[in-house]
Every structure is written in structure tokens, then in C-alpha cells.
């Protein structure tokens, strides 16, 4: 294997965070973007979970958590003292913890907010009031600060603004207002406004066996 591979699928914020991680890191790697609703055979043979992103190494080692791929990438770049930016020795639990608080807690509401209809005796407002509360509480840890822990984004940042992403998405095809208040509408822009954000969406074509390899980032 030439290169690590990555299967991705564009809109998936886990899938993002892991992308961004790549970009910030400056690590190259084959794209292989595939349909959710029919997972190509090479896909499901590789991964355990049968979900995105997941990152095949050049010694067929497999990493199947996009916050395992971001801690892969921080380790696998050239950058100077990325580490200590993007993850500090001191602010290791709290951006764990972070982390888990969306990953298990804001997600489970934004999923059932987003997508009401898959989920039997979904409440739509239920699920956007519980999303709102961590909505407000990331705003207030925003106040004042850049990011999340300062002036400097860490992976809690990397790893928390596509779900926010999602949900303001949600909200205005829901044509809802005032979902946002200043501080976390000013960071999530922050990201969306971003030089490597075209290179992060970037639209890959479909991967299949027969397929030439696509590179991400894209040149």
C-alpha cells in the first residue's frame, strides 16, 4: 500500500473533524468517498463498525474512531510542536471530556432534532430545546475566549464544530432564527469561513474497486 486511505463521506461531521484534522496537519492521503446506502464491499470488509471515517494505514493497520484518526494525524505530522498547540499536556481531561459531552449527550439530541422522522415517538422541540441547552453552555465557555480553551483552537474545537455545523443547518431548514447566540456563531464562522474550507468540502466523485485514486486534500 502506497498511501494510508481514508473512507470518508462528505457530510458526515465525523468524517469532517477527521478531514480537518488531516488538513491541519498537513498529511496526505487517498480519498475513497463512498454511499452510505450501498457500502462498497471493500469498505465493509475492512471496518468492524461499518461506519465513516475510517483509516486504512500503510501497514493495513485499521483506526475506525475519527478521534482516534485525529490523535493518529497529530502524531504523524511534521509540524513543529503541533502537540502542544492543538492538544496540551494541561488541558488533556477537559478536552476529553468536552469531546464525550458531544459525542454521547449533544449528538443523541441533534440526531433525533435533525432527523425526527427515523426515530419512533421523536419529539422534534423535546430534542432541540435539550440541544439548545449545550448550544448555550459551549456559547458561555466562548465568552470572552477565541475557542474553547483560549486563543488557540484545540482538537475539542476540530472535533465539536461540525456538529454545530449540523445542527445550524437543521435550524434553518427548519426556518428557525436566533439559534445561535454571538460568541458560538462568531467561532463556528470562524471554521466555515476558513482558507481550507473549500479544500475540506471538496465533492469527490463516488470511490468503486475500478476506481483511480483521489487524493485528499485536493490539488
Not at 104 to 120: I, P, S
Not at 198 to 211: G, R, T, V
Request: positive net charge; contains cysteine.
Amino acid at each position: 500500500m502506497k498511501n494510508d486511505i481514508l473512507y470518508s463521506f462528505r457530510r458526515c461531521p465525523y468524517a469532517i473533524r477527521a478531514r480537518w484534522a488531516l488538513l491541519i496537519c498537513e498529511i496526505k492521503v487517498e480519498i475513497r468517498e463512498i454511499d452510505l446506502k450501498n457500502k462498497p464491499l471493500d469498505f465493509l470488509n475492512n471496518s468492524k463498525t461499518k461506519t465513516v471515517p475510517i483509516l486504512i494505514k500503510k501497514n493495513s493497520e485499521v483506526i475506525e474512531e475519527s478521534l482516534e484518526i485525529i490523535l493518529w494525524a497529530l502524531s504523524e505530522s511534521k509540524k513543529e510542536n503541533i502537540k502542544l498547540i492543538y492538544f496540551p499536556e494541561n488541558k488533556k481531561e477537559d478536552i476529553f471530556e468536552i469531546i464525550k459531552e458531544n459525542d454521547n449527550e449533544f449528538k443523541y439530541h441533534l440526531d433525533r432534532f435533525k432527523y425526527a422522522t427515523r426515530y419512533q415517538d421523536s419529539n422534534e422541540e423535546f430534542h432541540f430545546r435539550k440541544a439548545i441547552i449545550f448550544i448555550n453552555k459551549w456559547n458561555e465557555l466562548l465568552a470572552g475566549n477565541k475557542y474553547f480553551f483560549g486563543d488557540n483552537p484545540t482538537i475539542a474545537d476540530w472535533s465539536i464544530w461540525p456538529f454545530v455545523r449540523q445542527f445550524k443547518i437543521a435550524c434553518e431548514s427548519q426556518k428557525r432564527t436566533n439559534y445561535l447566540k454571538p460568541s458560538i456563531k462568531n467561532w463556528l464562522d470562524s471554521f466555515e469561513n476558513n482558507i481550507k474550507f473549500k479544500s475540506l468540502m471538496y465533492k469527490y466523485e463516488l470511490w468503486a474497486p475500478n476506481s483511480g485514486a483521489n487524493y485528499f486534500p485536493f490539488n
